[in-house]
């Protein structure tokens, strides 16, 4: 019996989360499909409970439906709790429990890319979604020295300060502004971009939320935007001569954690990202 693992989000257009997904199954000859499931929030209720055929492994979940489908869930582990969001879900038996991948495959990315250890240093967040929540979670684990996190909605940033300040008491919230965020990006060792902006058909695929003038050379600058591989961010960064790390690692890293909690077996990376490369590169020879 051919079993499933589904991708629940909206709109799924341009995600490539099939393409190495598969090929990670195909690797580890798994009799497996794992199919794209465009769902709305109408929809989504139904679409979670059909999880709990016996041929469905689990599914992934992306935007806008990580925090939607909490609620609709048996269970959660306490990382997923805490961050309020799920991005996996894992059918045992009709059971189905939701884990957040996000921030172990962040750190993984981290760690096997950039060479880039967190403890001590002082980050920057851009934007205060749950891409933000993700990262923040991840980085007060390691034992950041502080986090600030800036966002156009200052509110918004305040309540996701206010949820790590017990685990990083140097924690501040401010505008996404280029007053605001001068003095605090030149003493940031590691800036992360966890916003849309840049994103290649996204709101503002030409925008950047730091200019190489507020970019420290010292910093490594990570943007989870990972198409184009090189965002406008990126590009800024290394004008300022410093160190940059594109979101696919950290979308291949997650998708492998989440393959690991359906299958029980060992995600083949390297095979996932060549899957990954290969897939945004046709995507653009598509576009172009």
Known sequence: MTKRVLLIGHPLGHSISPAFQQAALDHCSLDARYEAMDVDAAALPGAVEALRDPRVMGANVTVPHKEA?????????????????????????????????????????????AAFEARGKR??????????????????????????????????????????RPM???????????????????RSQIIVNCTSLGMRGGPGP????????????????CDLVYNPPETPLLREAALAGARVLGGLPMLVYQGAASFELWTGKEAPIEVMLEAAERAIREWHLVES
């Open 123 to 164: 980050a920057l967040l851009l934007g205060a979604g749950g891409a933000a929540r993700a990262v923040a979670v991840a980085l007060a684990s390691e034992g950041v020295e502080s986090i600030a996190v800036a966002n156009r909605s200052l509110e918004r940033a305040q309540a996701l300060v206010e949820m790590i």
């Open 69 to 113: 489908v909490v609620p609709l869930l048996d269970g959660l582990t306490e990382e997923a709790r805490l961050m309020g969001a799920v991005n996996t879900i894992v059918n045992s038996a009709g059971t189905l429990v939701g884990h957040n991948t996000d921030a172990a495959g962040f750190l993984r990315a981290l760690r096997e890319r």
């Open 168 to 186: 990083v008491p140097l924690a501040e919230a401010i505008p996404l502004q280029p007053g605001s965020l001068a003095p605090v990006a030149a």
């Open 206 to 221: 030409e925008e950047t939320p730091l200019g190489a003038a507020l970019i420290p050379a010292h910093a490594l600058v």
